[in-house]
C-alpha cells in the first residue's frame, strides 16, 4: 500500500480542509514491505505487510500536539485532525514552536526500482536459495534475512508546503557458522537497486569468514593495535559521531564540539584526508531530500580537510543563534581511495582485522566514546598478511580516534544501516583501543 | 480453580461478568497476592468488563474468523489471527516548556498461518474482507513457497483451546487523566530541578501506553486481552563550562505494567531535587580508580544485568540458532540444562509472565498459551528454557512456556522474553546491611550504558550513581564507572543478596530481537546483591 504523490497530496488536501486552526501540518507514509528470514539453513519465518500512518500536527497560539494513526479514509482522517486540534487546545504553550514552512523547491532524486516492486515470495525463496547453496557446500550453517520494501513519506503543511519522496529498498544480510560453532562470518548488501543484491557475493562473504574462523583462535592481550576495520564496522562506529553532529548540544556544552562560549565549527580536528559530506541526489545511493519538518535537504560537507565545517541546526536554534538552519544527515559518504581491504592488510605489519562492531553504546558524549564488541571474524595481521582468527573484543573507543589516526583509507562502499544511507571505506587505524576479550562467536 | 486463581477473578471482578464468562471459558489470570512482588491494587468491580464489552475490535471480530476461515480454505493446516490497537500518549517538557504533546494510534490485523509445514505472515491495516482474505492467501502461498526449501516441518506442541479476557488492574486509567493535568506535574518536577543552581536542562515525560488484541486460533481458541503500561521520567543535566564537563542523572523509578496511580507514586515532583543534587554531585564526584572491585548493585541498575545475562541467553530460539544473525546465539546449550554451573548456590532466577507489575504479565501469550512461572536457574544450575509452541518439541517438552508475543498487528509473533527475576536471599539482608559488610566496594544504581556480546558472555555495564564504600560505610560520589564481566564468572561472584523487603521491579518497554527488529516490555525484580567485576574507568582522565 505505497502510496503515489497524487494519492499522498489527495490525503493531505483532506486533512487540512477538514483543519480549523491555521497552523496546521500533515504527515503521510505508507510502505509494503515483505521478508523472508533463514536459520539452520532453511526458511524461518515470512511475512508480508502493508502500512499507512497519517500524522497530524495542529497548533494553536504555539501550543501543539501530534495525534498519528492508520486512518486513510477521509472520516478517519477528519477524525485525527479534530482529535490533533482538540489536544493543541489543551497543550501548554511551547516557545520553540516555529510557523509552518511554506512552498519549497525540493532536489529530486531517482530512488525507486520497478524491480524491486515486482518481488515476491518466489524471487525471494530464490534468493534465500543461493545462499543456501553456498552455505551447504561449505559445510556450513546460514542464518540472515531476505527484506525489500516500496515506501513513500509526503508533508503538507496549512502554509502551502507539500513534499514528496519515494523509494524502494532491498537489504540482504547472511551470517555462516561452522556447525561446531567455533567460526562464524558475515555479509550484507543494501540498494535500492535489485541489481546491486548479489546473493552469492554475500552468501561467499559470510563464509570465507565463517571458514577462515573455523577452529577459534587465541586471545589477544587488550590493548591499543594498529587495526583494519572492514566498511561496515567504520559505519558502526562513525553512527555516534552522526548523531553528535548537532549544533545545540554543542552550544549548550553537552557535546564533543563544545567550546568556551560556543563551538567547534571551523577548527581542524581531524586528520587532512577527511571529508564527510551528505548527499540526496547521489545517483548510486539516493536518500529522501526533505527533513521531517520540510526543510530541503542539500549536498552538505560537513566536514573537508579534516576541518569541521558546519553542525546541523533545527529552524528553532538556527534562529535563535542568527544562522541559517542545516537539517540533520539523511545520508553519510566519507571519502576514500581505492585499496581493497586485502591491500590495505598488506599494508600493516602487525595488526587485527575486524569485520564489523556489536552491541555499540555510547558511554560519554563528550568524548563520543562508545563501546561494543568484534563480532563475526577478527583476525590477527603479521606481516601484511593474515595470521588466523583471534577471539571477539570489546572495544572502548571513539570515532574520533578513526578520524585522527586513520593511516590509510580505502575504497567505500554501502553498507548495511538502518535509518541512513551510509557509503564508507575500510581504514587502517593506529592505536585502537581493546578493553576485554570475549568468549563468544 | 486454585485459591489465588478465585481471589484473582474476585479481585478483577471479570468472574462475575456474565457477558464474558461463558461455560467453557477458561480463565488463567495471574495470582496478584504472590510474595515478594510490588504492590498491584486490582481493578474497580467492573472496569475491566466495560473496556472488554466496549472494545472496537468486537466490530472486527468476524472479519478476523473470515481470515482464519479464508487461510484454512487456501490449505492452512493451522492458522492464528490477532486484531491489535496500540495507543501511546508521549507528553514531554524541557526546562521550562512543553516540548512534545503526541498520541499515536495503530490498529490492524496479522494472520499467521501454517502450510506445508512452513510458517507465512500477512498483516494489513485495512479492515475489509477483501484486505483480509487477500492476506490470509498471501500468507498462505508464502508459506508454501518457503516449505519447498525446509528440510522437516514446523511442529506445534498441544496447548488447550481457550476462550477468555483480561485486563492488566489498573487503578486510575491513563487516558483518562487531562492532558493538562499530566503536563503541569511535569513542568513542576522540571521547575524543582531547575531551581538548584547548577542544573542547566531538565527532560521530564510520561509514555503511557494501552495495548489492545484479539486473538482467534483455528484450533478454536479466543482470547481477549488490555494490557495498560505506563513510563514515568525525568533527568536532570548539570554542566561545568569552565572544565568542558557535563552529567546527567535520572529518576531510577521504573515502567510498569499499570495505570496513572503508579506515575503519582513515582512522585517526579517531590524527587526533582534530589534529581537534580545528585546531577551536580555527579559532575563534582571523583573518577574511579579502575580494577577488580566488590560491587553492590541496586535492583535499579541489576534488573538490566539480568535481562542481558541471563533472559537473553535462556531463550531458546537463540540456543538453537535462529537469532544468529543478528541478536545472536547464546553460551548455553541444550545439552547443558540441569548440568550446568552458571551461578552461586544462592542464585535462584526464576522466569513468570504472572507477576504482578510485570511489563510482560499476560494471561495468555500470543499462542492463547497459558501465562507461567518456573525455574531458569536454580541453586545455581542452569535447568530451564523459554519456550514457544513451535520451540517445546525441539527439546522434548510437550508443552510451550507461552513466550510467544508480537509487538504489533504488523509483526509476526515469535519468542519474546517473560519476566525474569532473581530471587531475594533468605537472610532477610537490608541494602544498608550489604554495605556494612563491605570492605572496599562500590554501590552501583540506575541504567547507565550497557553492551554485551552476541552469546552473553562478556558484558560492560554502567549506571546511574556511584557511591564509594569504605570499611562498610558509602564514603563519596564517583565518576565514570563501568563494570566488565563474564556471565559466569559474575553470577558465581554473587556472595550476598538482600532480602525480601529489598526487592523491587526494573523494567524496559524495548527489548529488542527479530528481522525486522522487534520491541518487547518486560521487567526484571532483584534485591540488592554483592559480586565481584573489572571495574573501569570510562572518563578522560582526571
Redesign the interface.
Known sequence: ?TLTRAEAQSLIKSALKAATLKDVAVRVRSSS?????????????????????L?VTATRDR????????A?DPAGVAELVR?AEA??A???????HMPPLGPQTYLRPVAEDPAVIKVG??A??DA??RV?KVAREGKL?A???Y?HGHQSLALGTSAGLFAYHAETEVTL???C?TPD?SG?G?GGAMSHRLADIDAVAVARRAADKAEMSRGGGPALEPGAYTVVLEAQAVADLLDFLRGSLGARPAD???SFF?R?GGNAIGESLFGAQIKLRSDPMDPGNPSTPFADDGLPLQPTVWIDQGKLLTLASSRYWAQRQGRAPVPAARSLFLAGGTASVAELVRGVERGVLVTRL???????P??I?A???T?DGTFKIEGGKLAGPVK?M?Y?ESPVTLLRQALALGKPERVVNDGAVVVVPPMVVDGFHF??????? | MSSSRRSFLAATGLASAGLLWRPGDAWAGPALARTPAPNSAPASADTGARLLAQSRLLRDEALARAAVDAAQKAGASYADVRLVQWQREQLSVRDD????????????LGLRVLADG?????????LDVKAVTD?AR??V???R??A????APVELAATGVVRGAWVSPIEVDPFLV???EK?DLL?AAARGAMAVTGV??VDASILSVREEKLLITSEGSRVHQIFYRVMPGLTA?A?D??R???ASRDHEVAPMLAGFEHVRAADLVGQAPQIAEEALRKLHAAPVVPGKRQVILAPSNLWLTIHESIGHSTELDRA???????A??S?LTPAQRGKLRIGSERVQLVADRTQPGGLASTAWDDEAVPAQRWDLVKDGVFVGWQTTRDLAPKIGEARSRGCSYADSY?S?A?PRMPNVSLQPGPENYTTEDLINATEDGILISGRG??????????F?F?GQFFWEIKKGRLTRPLR?V?Y?A?TVEFWNSCDMLGGAGSYRLGGSFSDGKG??SQSNAVSHGCPPARFTV?V?N???GA
Open positions: 500500500m514491505t515483505a521478508n523472508l528470514r533463514f536459520a539452520n539453513n532453511a526458511p524461518t519465518t515470512s511475512g508480508e505487510v502493508e502500512r499507512v500512518d500524522s501550543s501543539s500536539a501530534t495525534v498519528s494513526g492508520t486513510r482529535r489536544l493543541a489543551l497543550a501548554p504553550a511551547d516557545p520553540e515470495p518466489e525471494r525463496v534465500v536459495a543456501l550453517e542464518s540472515g534475512m527484506v544480510t547472511a551470517t557458522r560453532g562464524s558475515w549548550e556544552g553537552r563544545s568556551a556489536w552491541y555499540n553504546r555510547m558511554l560519554d563528550r568524548q566514546l563501546t561494543g564488541l563480532r571477539n570489546r572502548n578493553a576485554s576479550v570475549s568468549d563468544a562467536v | 516548556h512543553v516540548s512534545n504533546v503526541g498520541l499515536r494510534e495503530e490498529y490492524g512452513a510458517w507465512g505472515f500477512a498483516a494489513t491495516s485495512r492476506a498471501a500468507a502461498a508464502m508459506a513457497r518457503s519447498l526449501l525446509m528440510p487531562p492532558i493538562a503536563v513542568l542547566q536542562h543535566t554542566i563550562r569552565r568542558g564537563r557535563f538453537l540458532g535462529w537469532e544468529a544473525n543478528f545472536g546465539t553460551f504488523a509476526v515469535f550504558s550497557w553492551s554485551i556480546d552476541q552469546q552473553r558472555y562478556n560492560q554502567g565514570d563501568a566488565q563474564n528481522e525486522p573489572n573501569l570510562t572518563g578522560s
